[in-house]
């Protein structure tokens, strides 16, 4: 099963710099709007709309990650994000600008999100300690162990 680790980071132009001199290879860049619905701790429910389409994602926290538990295309987006508004209500939308890279078994994110900074995401099926110190040495930054809705700007 896939699952995130997420860091508030400061420099995303030095932090990609860094990944990308460690072997990173840059896949492609993707504005989103995220649409999160009301849930109770340490879960998410939320709708990804981007130029790839519409995801329906559901996450489940786990110690200091966040584990996928679904993420399906949606090809009847407005009746399932009518649905889950009112079943749940919207908690808030998200608009992000997210820089994805290929490294070893990892997908790193470098993710702007509008209004509340910048942040780093290693997404694999078992993220290492090795993998996070290659990265980010003895200066490891914030760990975010709250869902991205949760967070206030810094």
């Not at 993707?30 to 999160?36: F, G, L, R």
């Not at 079943?87 to 994110?109: A, E, M, N, S």
Request: glycine content about 4%.
């Amino acid at each position: 099963m896939t699952e995130e680790l997420k860091f508030r980071i400061e420099n995303a132009s030095e932090l990609e710099r860094k990944v990308v001199n460690l072997g990173a290879r840059f896949v492609n860049e993707v504005s989103s709007n995220e649409i999160y619905f009301n849930q109770p701790p340490g879960k998410v429910l939320k709708i990804k709309q981007s130029q790839q389409g519409n995801f329906l994602i559901v996450l489940k926290k786990k110690e200091n990650t966040f584990q996928y538990i679904k993420e399906e295309k949606l090809e009847a987006m407005e009746e399932i994000k009518r649905e889950l508004e009112n079943k749940y209500g919207i908690h808030c939308v998200q608009k992000k600008t997210i820089r994805y890279f290929r490294f070893k078994d990892y997908q790193l994110d470098l993710i702007a999100i509008e209004d509340l900074g910048n942040f780093f995401v290693i997404e694999g099926k078992k993220i290492s300690q090795n993998v996070i110190s290659e990265i980010f040495g003895t200066s490891v930054p914030e760990n975010i162990t709250v869902p991205f809705d949760q967070l206030k700007k810094n």
